[in-house]
Nanobody
Framework: EVQLVESGGGLVQTGGSLRLSCAASGFTFDEYSIGWFRQAPGKEREGVSCIASSSGTTYYADSVKGRFTISSDNAKNTVYLQMDSLKPEDTAVYYC??????????????WGQGTPVTVSS
């Protein structure tokens, strides 16, 4: 069974840090790109970051460049999103997603259930 399980969300103050994890199973991990999306109340879902597990190529939304870092541990079939210098506008439910093969964000194959992140002022 294909599964993507997010963890690491929570409540943090402005300027703080969190590390999200996405543990994957049930598919060939290094043949997929793993991305992070987020959706805040009253807003549309937006892409945050993506990594191609085979090559390590990464992408970031302009709003998080310099603050967030995505990485992959292929031995553990896990992708991480290190979030530093958090702002209230980062508050959202964060979802990981798998796409075969590239980080287009347009043809998502699998979604996780999401982990909430709240950044207080």
């Amino acid at each position: 069974e294909v599964q993507l399980v997010e963890s690491g969300g929570g409540l943090v103050q402005t300027g703080g840090s969190l590390r999200l994890s996405c543990a994957a199973s049930g598919f060939t991990f290094d043949e997929y790109s793993i991305g992070w999306f987020r959706q805040a109340p009253g807003k549309e879902r937006e892409g945050v970051s993506c990594i191609a597990s085979s090559s390590g190529t990464t992408y970031y939304a302009d709003s998080v460049k310099g603050r967030f870092t995505i990485s992959s541990d292929n031995a553990k079939n896990t992708v991480y999103l290190q979030m530093d210098s958090l702002k209230p506008e980062d508050t959202a439910v964060y979802y990981c997603a798998a796409e075969d093969y590239y980080c287009s964000g347009l043809t998502i194959d699998y979604w996780g259930q999401g982990t909430p992140v709240t950044v207080s002022s």
